[in-house]
């Protein structure tokens, strides 16, 4: 088979290290029985090793020769190949109790980190590898540099922990940052109603959408002084000092939540 020529249009770097795949095998513990589903497989160094532990896998792939070696490579009864784009896919169609994995462009881990929490109830769990900055900034604490709006809507819906570090010269081509693996659980218990999702959203992008301003400023289309002194929030603090459970707060004061949903209250930790 003709080496196949990594393209940058996709952010295709494939990994190589025999003992970083080995690692993350390990660390997804796949079962027989798991709904796995691998974002990107490319050359397969996870798919293979995945198919040898897994009755069936579902795989997701947009470059299309990549797709072709694939289903000459795995019979249709173990491999499941979907040509499509993650960003635009439906993941709700494979089922319930999906694990999702892979190795995730770089240039599309954020916008595709925000497509897949849409689908948070279906998923048991998820693990990829993303570019280290990426992860530090989703697994961040408030009052941190890395704290932001990825940080708040992921860590409104998911718990999430930095796994290990993977080195660039793990990979072919050698990117120019540093990789890690992060692992996602989703909550299981509903927070707010579909109207406060929505409205979390609108409240978080706009604190944050100019960081270096206060919350008075940036949330003035929102909330008046009176608002901030009965959330007992102090409107001189900036977005990253807020922690998720207060933009919680925020949405559920701006539109309290109907009596049909059950709302949890998340954790400051």
């Known amino acids: 088979m003709t080496r196949h020529i990594p393209r940058k249009r996709f952010g295709q770097n494939f990994l190589v290290d025999t003992q970083i795949i080995s690692n993350i095998i390990d660390a997804i513990y796949p079962q027989p029985g798991d709904r796995l589903v691998e974002i990107g497989p490319g050359l397969g160094a996870l798919t293979r090793p995945l198919l040898r532990l897994l009755d069936h896998l579902y795989v997701i792939e947009l470059d299309r020769d990549i797709v072709a070696r694939l289903e000459s490579e ?3 009864d173990r491999l499941t190949i979907y040509s499509a784009d993650a960003l635009k896919f439906d ?3 494979l089922g319930n109790k999906l694990r999702v994995v892979g190795n995730l462009p770089y240039n599309i881990s954020t916008p595709l ?16 590898m993303l570019q280290k900055e990426v992860v530090a900034r989703m697994v961040a604490e408030p009052g941190t540099s890395e704290y932001g709006r990825l940080s708040v809507m992921l860590q409104y819906r998911f718990e999430m922990e930095q796994v290990f570090i993977v080195p660039p010269e793990s990979f072919d ?4 940052v540093e990789s890690a693996i992060v692992r ?4 299981r218990q509903p927070v707010m109603t579909s109207g406060n999702e929505v409205l979390f959203a609108q409240v978080v ?6 960081r270096r301003k206060t919350l008075r400023n ?3 289309h929102y909330l ?10 102090d409107s001189g603090l900036r977005a990253e000092n807020l922690s998720v459970a207060q933009f919680i707060a925020i949405a559920h004061y701006l539109a309290p939540p109907t009596d049909d949903v059950p709302v949890t209250p998340i954790s400051d930790q």
Request: proline residues 10%; positive net charge; charged residues 15%.
């Open 173 to 176: 081509p050698v990117p120019k």
């Open 218 to 220: 940036t949330l003035h």
């Open 91 to 93: 993941f709700s169609l």
């Open 184 to 187: 996602l659980l989703p909550f």
């Open 113 to 128: 980190l925000f497509h897949l929490s849409q689908y948070s109830k279906f998923i048991a769990d998820m693990h990829f």
């Open 74 to 76: 795995f019979l249709p």
């Open 224 to 233: 008046k002084p009176a608002d901030f002194t009965k959330l007992e929030i």
């Open 205 to 210: 992008a706009a604190a944050f959408s100019q």
